[in-house]
């Protein structure tokens, strides 16, 4: 007898950092370490792995959004090199921790979306 799921999508599980299959346990046990099984429907989530991925785009997205507003910045106003330096640097890294969990929970939800019969298992 198998257990009915409902189609959780992966944009809102990535949003609330849930579990791909249910949509309701937490996905992570650590900043980034997520945790082995879902508390609520036993998905083994050790076999999820989202690698550089996640990273990777959020260093595209933050560039693409980051770089013009600080060139506006520096155009329209005069600040000295060193604050365009510290100013930039706390955007960016505030912005990508800021992100990082979710463009996480996002890859987990897609490779579970699109990858289901080689992630789940037939024990849970």
Same mark, same amino acid.
């Given at each position: 007898?198998?257990?009915?799921?409902?189609?959780?999508?992966?944009?809102?599980?990535?949003? !609330? &950092?849930?579990?791909?299959? &249910?949509?309701?346990?937490?996905? $992570?046990?650590? $900043?980034? =370490?997520?945790?082995?099984?879902?508390? #609520?429907?036993?998905?083994?989530?050790?076999?999820?792995?989202?690698?550089?991925? *996640?990273?990777?785009?959020?260093?595209?997205?933050?560039?693409?959004? #980051? #770089? *013009? #507003?600080?060139?506006?910045?520096?155009? =329209?106003?005069?600040?000295?090199?060193?604050?365009?330096?510290?100013?930039?640097?706390?955007?960016?890294?505030?912005?990508?921790?800021?992100?990082?969990? *979710?463009?996480?929970?996002?890859?987990?939800?897609?490779?579970? !979306?699109?990858?289901?019969?080689?992630?789940?298992?037939?024990?849970?």
């Amino acid at each position: 007898m198998s257990t009915y799921y409902p189609n959780v999508s992966p944009m809102t599980a990535g949003l !609330r &950092c849930a579990c791909p299959r &249910c949509g309701r346990g937490k996905l $992570f046990k650590g $900043f980034l =370490t997520t945790n082995e099984r879902c508390s #609520v429907c036993g998905l083994n989530l050790a076999r999820q792995d989202s690698g550089d991925g *996640p990273a990777v785009f959020l260093i595209f997205i933050l560039g693409f959004l #980051v #770089v *013009p #507003v600080a060139l506006w910045v520096s155009m =329209t106003v005069e600040w000295p090199l060193w604050l365009h330096a510290i100013v930039w640097s706390i955007v960016i890294l505030g912005l990508a921790l800021g992100m990082l969990r *979710p463009a996480k929970a996002y890859v987990v939800a897609l490779q579970y !979306r699109h990858r289901r019969d080689e992630l789940e298992d037939t024990d849970a």
